[in-house]
């Protein structure tokens, strides 16, 4: 069983960054593909990045590219979100996911996921 927990959340001004973290325990990172979602009071929970469990194959949802970064050390089993230019669009609780099937972080149905950490961003 993997557990997933997230941290770096806060409360940032537009334009500023935040970087978050999930720590994988359990079990080790690798062979799991990683990814990041979001979750305002309005919508659904979506995608936002992924990364495969080599660090070779990314993606990003269309309306952060350009502005997040996603990024992976094995060895520490912790997948990052660095968040730059944030927009109070952006404002939503982050969840970690990870997931055997790189459909999986894509879809929403991952097998796993952390607790979420709240990012607020004010115009």
């Known amino acids: 069983q993997v557990q997933l927990i997230e941290s770096g959340g806060g409360l940032v001004e537009a334009g500023g960054s935040l970087r978050l973290s999930c720590v994988a325990s359990?079990?080790?990172?690798?062979?799991?593909?990683m990814g990041w979602f979001r979750q305002d009071s309005e919508k659904d929970r979506g995608f936002v990045a992924r990364m495969s469990w080599t660090g070779a194959r990314l993606d990003y949802e269309d309306s952060v590219k350009g502005r997040f970064t996603i990024s992976r050390d094995n060895s520490k089993d912790t997948v990052y979100l660095e968040m730059n230019s944030l927009k109070p669009e952006d404002t939503a609780v982050y969840y970690c996911?990870?997931?055997?099937?790189?459909?999986?972080?894509?879809?929403?149905?991952?097998?796993?996921w952390g607790q979420g950490a709240q990012v607020t961003v004010s115009s």
């Open positions: 359990g079990r080790t990172v690798s062979p799991l593909h």
């Open positions: 996911a990870a997931d055997r099937l790189w459909s999986a972080l894509v879809a929403g149905n991952a097998s796993y």
